[in-house]
């Protein structure tokens, strides 16, 4: 007998890849979507792959990519699953076939998600645009006890944005609201309030003019925001 424990498991668990990538049909996904409030053993799985899809999309800045290379990606991305091949099986649903996303696809989908965002890097990096703008990433300071949260401001000429993975839902009755900092003043509300989806994923826009401000917070609010924060912050970002 075995002294290694078995390790926990789900029959859903082949749905956690298809879910992220939103392969998944409406029904699906919202049967899915509820069944993850119930499993953690699910809920683990899709926010670690979450967590890897977004934080390879975080590391290329915004660009609008041709028609003729988002066609080369998805190719090769399509003819890289094809290589590996990963059987399905086919099961009755609704009074039609359905494809079943095999156990061992989980890798697959993660390697190809890999191979295009590297795709994508690679020829942004050798077919610059004209002009582009250079994007500072600033990693700030997250308090979300119990989650592994992460937040970046992206900052990109005047414009800054705020992007958080793996951030908890704000509580009951508020919402995140976003502070600036002038040294030793007391922090100035911005109408810029936003929520998180159900894996944790958030991004707004700072407003206002960021000459002389030190730092970006940003506090769980009531309903509609603050003039002044009513709680201790949760983001603190130094720029």
Not at 17 to 28: N, S, W
Request: aromatic share 2%; charged share 20%.
């Amino acid at each position: 007998m075995s002294s290694h424990p078995q390790e926990p498991s789900c029959n859903s668990l082949q749905e956690c890849a298809p879910y992220v990538l939103g392969a998944l049909d409406e029904r699906e996904a919202q049967v899915h979507g509820a069944h993850l409030a119930e499993c953690p053993i699910c809920r683990a799985d899709v926010a670690e792959l979450q967590l890897a899809a977004d934080s390879l999309a975080l590391g290329v800045p915004r660009a609008m990519v041709p028609s003729r290379l988002r066609a080369r990606v998805m190719g090769s991305a399509h003819a890289e699953v094809g290589q590996r091949g990963a059987p399905v099986r086919k099961e009755p649903h609704a009074g039609s076939a359905r494809v079943r996303w095999a156990p061992r696809l989980r890798p697959v989908l993660v390697g190809v998600l890999a191979l295009g965002v590297g795709l994508l890097i690679g020829a942004l990096a050798f077919n610059p645009e004209p002009n582009q703008t250079t994007t500072e990433v600033i990693r700030a300071i997250v308090v979300a006890p119990g989650h592994h949260a992460t937040a970046e401001l992206r900052k990109a000429g005047s414009h800054v944005e705020l992007i958080v993975v793996g951030m908890p839902f704000p509580p009951p009755g508020r919402i995140y609201q976003v502070w600036l900092e002038h040294g030793a003043e007391a922090p100035e509300a911005t109408d810029a309030l936003f929520s998180v989806t159900r894996t944790g994923s958030g991004s707004v826009g700072v407003p206002g003019d960021l000459r002389g401000v030190s730092k970006v917070l940003v506090t769980a609010e009531p309903l509609g925001g603050s003039l002044k924060p009513t709680r201790t912050p949760v983001i603190v970002g130094s720029v």
